[in-house]
C-alpha cells in the first residue's frame, strides 16, 4: 500500500477539490438567494402550504384522537394534563400570595395591639396577649329517641 505524504514542500492533491467545491457552493448560494427573494417564489410556496394545510386539516382531529388514546393507554401525560396541572399550581401559588398578604396585615396589626398595649399597662402585662374569646356551642341534647329509652328506664 502506498500513501500519499503531504508536506509543506509536497501540494495538497485534494486541494484542487476544494476549491471547485467551494465555488460551486458559492454559485448555488448566490442562486438560491436570488430565487427565495422573488414574488414568484413566496406565491409558489405559500400554494404547496395551503395544499398542505387542505390535506392535513380533515386528518387533524382523528390523528389527535389517536395519540391521546395511545398516551392514555401507555400511562403518559398528555400536553392537556400538564396545562391542567400548570393551571392548579398557579391556582394554589395566587392562593399562597394571598394567604401571605393577609398575613403580613395581621402581623402589622398585632405589632400596633402590642405597641398599644405596651404603652398603657404595667410591665408585667406586656408580655401577656390577649387571645380573642371564641363563642363556644351548648353541647348537643340528645336526640328523643335516647330520651325516650331515658324516661322508660326511670319509670321502671
Request: glycine share 6%.
Amino acid at each position: 500500500m502506498s500513501t500519499v505524504e503531504t508536506g509543506p514542500n509536497q501540494p495538497d492533491p485534494m486541494e484542487k477539490m476544494r476549491e471547485l467545491r467551494d465555488a460551486y457552493l458559492d454559485t448555488w448560494s448566490k442562486y438560491l438567494i436570488e430565487t427565495v427573494n422573488t414574488e414568484a417564489y413566496a406565491q409558489a410556496s405559500g400554494a404547496a402550504l395551503n395544499g398542505y394545510l387542505n390535506v392535513a386539516v380533515p386528518l387533524k382531529e382523528p390523528m389527535e384522537q389517536a395519540l391521546l388514546r395511545t398516551l392514555e393507554q401507555l400511562h403518559i401525560p398528555s400536553s392537556s394534563d400538564f396545562a391542567g396541572l400548570a393551571g392548579r399550581m398557579t391556582n394554589i401559588e395566587m392562593q399562597l400570595d394571598n394567604m401571605d398578604a393577609k398575613l403580613d396585615r395581621l402581623e402589622k396589626l398585632l405589632a400596633g395591639v402590642q405597641a398599644g398595649q405596651a404603652s398603657s399597662k404595667p410591665a408585667q402585662a406586656r408580655t401577656r396577649v390577649a387571645a380573642p374569646r371564641v363563642a363556644r356551642k351548648p353541647a348537643p341534647r340528645a336526640t328523643t329517641a335516647k330520651a325516650g329509652r331515658g324516661k322508660a328506664r326511670k319509670g321502671k
